[in-house]
């Protein structure tokens, strides 16, 4: 096996988790710090399809620009997603 798979691998298996978790969480801070996650190992990815443009731009608007609006967002508002009640 060579190193580039290995990277891969371990991308994919990183942005699996941290995808489940930004869903299962029910702390959006956390939620958004997940999906920031899934969009830097996005990034990597581009960057191993030698991608370099596209993998500036997700690693500089997914999980810069986007994490940063979200997380403004939520000191707005509150922290903890409410669960309605029935």
């Known amino acids: 096996m060579n190193i580039v798979l290995i990277v891969t691998v371990f991308c994919v298996v990183v942005m699996i988790v941290a995808a489940y978790f930004a869903i299962i969480t029910h702390d959006l801070v956390s939620s958004v710090l997940g999906s920031s996650v899934?969009?830097?190992m996005a990034s990597i990815l581009f960057?191993?399809?030698?991608?370099?443009?596209v993998a500036m731009t997700e690693a500089a608007i997914g999980a810069?620009?986007?994490?940063?609006?979200?997380l403004i967002a939520i000191r707005k508002t509150d922290r903890f997603e409410k669960h309605e009640e029935q």
């Open 38 to 40: 899934v969009s830097l």
């Open 64 to 70: 810069g620009l986007s994490t940063f609006v979200f």
């Open 47 to 53: 960057l191993i399809l030698h991608a370099p443009d």
